[in-house]
């Protein structure tokens, strides 16, 4: 997969606060990737200095393999905070204003009303949308070049949960057309149910990245139980693809190898004649591994 943006040791200092600290990782095409972290842990000066909004305090950034100009600008469509749309005018009139600053094709406009959900309402004043509305409108909005990314942040800050779960559906459907989402957020569950990666910060460090759903299986334990655990723990030892196991109560917490799973265990017990009283697939959460990296 290319790489849509690639971030080397990108860092930012206010005064005595280090905002951002050394960050590198890569964006893929087509991801949809998620900077997860506490109020205050660099999420908004990431993607301040990659929209070239905020001067880098050191280290680089590349767009499509090159350095940030008018023409990788036009690739992209930003929404930082929440735009100012005349209140009295019409969805479509102030699309129309939009796309007549942006220099985009006035064709765009009923597409992006269309993607977000709003072609019904076009004629609709500004004023009388749910805040939902408006910040689908404001999606549109960065829509209207047709960028092959999108970058949000907190998109769905403020919303009620019909609103959270209007934008987070909007966010797969641009994802769903081959383009590339980055958001900034500070709700896991966000992160967890729209993003395909993600990198955790706090206090301006990068503390863990990679594919949502790695980390996800990363963290499968499981809890078996057996009438005698000697023989258990015995053959635990034996097993290759057994990553970690601990005695806990009355059973055994293990941990197995990428790509092996509680049917693994189950046979190869049952084929040493140990029948297993108890064989109960504990995820780890996400939200319990969050609460570890942001505090550890
Ligand atoms: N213009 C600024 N001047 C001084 N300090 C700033 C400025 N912008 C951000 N900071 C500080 O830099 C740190 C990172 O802020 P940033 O806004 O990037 O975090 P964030 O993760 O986006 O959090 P939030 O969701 O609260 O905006 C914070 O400690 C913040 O107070």
């Given at each position: 997969m290319a790489i849509v943006l690639d971030i080397n040791g990108l860092s930012k200092r206010y005064g005595n606060i280090?905002?951002?600290?050394?960050l590198t990782l890569q964006v893929e095409e087509g991801s949809i990737y998620g900077l997860l972290g506490?109020?205050?842990?660099g999420k908004t000066t990431t993607l301040g200095m990659v929209l070239d909004v905020i001067r880098p305090g050191g280290g680089s950034f590349s767009w499509f393999g090159s350095s940030v100009s008018k023409t990788t600008k036009q690739r992209i469509g930003a929404l930082l905070e929440t735009p100012n749309f005349y209140?009295?005018?019409?969805a479509k009139r102030n699309l129309q204003m939009v796309a007549h600053i942006k220099g985009a094709?006035?064709?765009?406009i009923n597409r992006v009303l269309d993607l977000v959900g709003l072609g019904t309402r076009s004629?609709?004043?500004?004023?009388?949308?749910?805040l939902g509305m408006k910040q689908r409108l404001a999606i549109g909005a960065a829509m209207l070049n047709d960028p092959e990314v999108l970058v949000l942040d907190e998109p769905t800050n403020g919303l009620d949960p019909q609103g959270i779960a209007e934008v987070r559906d909007l966010i797969l459907r641009i994802a769903a057309q081959g383009k590339t989402i980055i958001l900034a957020s500070h709700l896991l569950d966000e992160v967890e149910k729209v993003c395909t990666h993600m990198a955790v910060l706090r206090s301006g460090k990068l503390m863990a990245n990679g594919s949502v759903g790695d980390m996800l299986a990363a963290q499968e334990q499981l809890f078996i139980c057996a009438a005698a655990l000697e023989p258990v723990l015995a053959l635990l030892e034996r097993l290759p693809y057994v990553a970690q196991f601990r005695p806990e109560k009355e059973g055994v917490l293990l941990t197995l190898s990428?790509?092996?799973?509680s049917q693994d265990i189950n046979r190869d017990m049952f084929a040493q004649d140990i029948v297993l009283s108890q064989l109960i697939v504990r995820r780890k959460s996400l939200e319990a591994q969050f609460m570890e990296i942001i505090k550890n």
């Open positions: 280090q905002a951002l600290d050394a506490p109020n205050g842990s209140p009295y005018l019409t094709d006035s064709a765009s004629n609709t004043p500004f004023k009388s949308f749910s990428e790509g092996y799973t």
